[in-house]
């Protein structure tokens, strides 16, 4: 199969925004519920646009890896995780995202995952409870640490 991405551009900010999003999911295959929450937002930001603030641009990818979703695995066609495939991007999924992560320059990128609430390895950890939505933004050291003190106190 060859790989076609959809990605979003929702702005009422003329050319000149001060805030720039970039919300992107389904990196891994079998975790459509990124996917689904953003296209929620879309749909619920269209019946109502007065909660864009007027200094936000957003940028959406719903789905990476559409071959994987197809197959409702993890990895893409290649047999690749692209969740770890950016460094070389050898693979077209991930070239394809850090091209537009160029072009629009985030101020905050998003990428959605999808936890299973029964995971052994969160049992093993001794975890009994697990949030609705974990934010984890502590892998990238060019993070502004505000940006990490505010995914921490989420
Ligand atoms: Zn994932």
């Known amino acids: 199969m060859v790989a076609q991405w959809i990605w979003l551009h929702v702005s009422d900010t003329g050319n000149n925004p001060r805030w720039t999003l970039f919300f992107f999911a389904q990196?891994?295959?079998n975790e459509p519920a990124g996917k689904d929450a953003l296209l929620y937002m879309l749909q619920y930001l269209s019946k109502n646009p007065g909660l864009l603030p007027?200094?936000?641009?957003?940028?959406?990818?719903p789905m990476i890896n559409p071959d994987g979703a197809v197959q409702n695995k993890q990895r893409n066609a290649a047999d690749a995780d692209l969740n770890r495939a950016h460094?070389?991007?050898?693979?077209?999924?991930?070239?394809?995202?850090?091209?537009?992560?160029?072009?629009?320059?985030?101020?905050?990128?998003?990428?959605?995952?999808?936890?299973?609430?029964?995971?052994?390895?969160?049992?093993?950890?001794?975890?009994?409870?697990?949030?609705?939505i974990m934010m984890d933004c502590a892998n990238n050291p060019l993070l502004h640490p505000g940006?990490?003190?505010?995914?921490?106190?989420?």
């Open 27 to 29: 990196q891994h295959g």
């Open 87 to 132: 460094l070389l991007l050898e693979q077209p999924e991930t070239w394809v995202l850090h091209q537009i992560y160029k072009k629009i320059k985030p101020h905050v990128a998003v990428d959605c995952h999808e936890f299973s609430r029964d995971s052994e390895g969160y049992s093993r950890k001794g975890w009994l409870e697990w949030p609705e």
């Open 147 to 154: 940006i990490y003190q505010s995914g921490k106190r989420w």
């Open 54 to 61: 007027p200094n936000i641009e957003l940028w959406i990818m």
